[in-house]
């Protein structure tokens, strides 16, 4: 379990990166004309960091709800009782969120790398 967990932060950082892989390709122009104004590199690496935290809190918010709901589901149609570690959603939460933050530095830094006149040569 501990394995299949494991591949599905990978898997899911991966999915992440991607995202925010694509996401500084396509946004090159704004990033040169945040930078020409005077935007630091750590502005730019720090915007693109909170993106890519938030789109992993909120993929992380909906899975521990929509985990939550299932294993309740699954419980009450079982005849089970639910009940739910104390620990079992921070870490998860957590861990997911450490994820994403790891795997959104190399977009970030890349992102914060773009020379202000390439960035804005592009279409």
């Given at each position: 379990?501990?394995?299949?967990g494991a591949i ?79 620990a079992a959603l ?28 390439e960035a804005l040569?592009?279409?």
């Open positions: 379990l501990l394995a299949l599905s932060l990978v898997g899911g950082g991966v999915g992440v990166m991607n995202v925010m892989l694509m996401n500084v390709s396509q946004r090159r122009r704004e990033i040169g004309i945040r930078m020409a104004l005077g935007a630091r590199q750590r502005d730019i690496r720090n915007l693109f960091l909170l993106e890519a935290v938030t789109l992993t809190a909120v993929g992380a918010l909906c899975g521990a709800v929509l985990g939550m709901t299932a294993a309740w589901l699954y419980a009450w149609l079982s005849g089970w009782v639910f009940s739910l570690a104390v921070p870490l998860g939460v957590g861990s997911t969120l450490l994820v994403g933050l790891f795997f959104g530095i190399y977009p970030a830094v890349s992102a914060s790398r773009l020379q202000p006149v040569r592009d279409e």
